[in-house]
């Protein structure tokens, strides 16, 4: 079984930066996708970020410009840089890793941003 395991989330002002990780418990093979999603309170979970592959990757319109997917295969790591934050990118963010047959989620980590 793995776990992901997210951090970096936190309270910042509007117009400020974050990032946040999220590291597996073990190398994973056979990824389809790594991506980021959210969910505000009253909110229905959506899709960030997500990449299938280095150079494949999309955005929802909301962060584009402002956010980007990365990772770091070495360190089993995925990370989501958010720059120019907006009070409604308030939200848990979780990680999502998608394989054949399992899709890993992470536990969340809450961002909070002040206006």
């Known amino acids: 079984q793995v776990q992901l395991v997210e951090s970096g989330g936190g309270l910042v002002q509007a117009g400020g930066s974050l990032r946040v990780s999220c590291t597996a418990s073990r190398s994973i093979f056979s990824i389809n996708a790594m991506g980021w999603y959210r969910q505000a309170p009253g909110k229905q979970r959506e899709l960030v970020a997500r990449?299938?592959?280095?150079?494949?990757?999309q955005y929802a319109d909301s962060v584009k410009g402002r956010f980007t997917i990365s990772r770091d295969n070495a360190k089993n790591t995925v990370y989501l840089q958010m720059n120019s934050l907006k009070p409604e990118d308030t939200a848990v963010y979780y990680c999502n890793i998608e394989t054949v047959p399992y899709t890993y989620w992470g536990q969340g980590t809450q961002v909070t941003v002040s206006s």
């Open positions: 990449m299938v592959s280095v150079g494949r990757t």
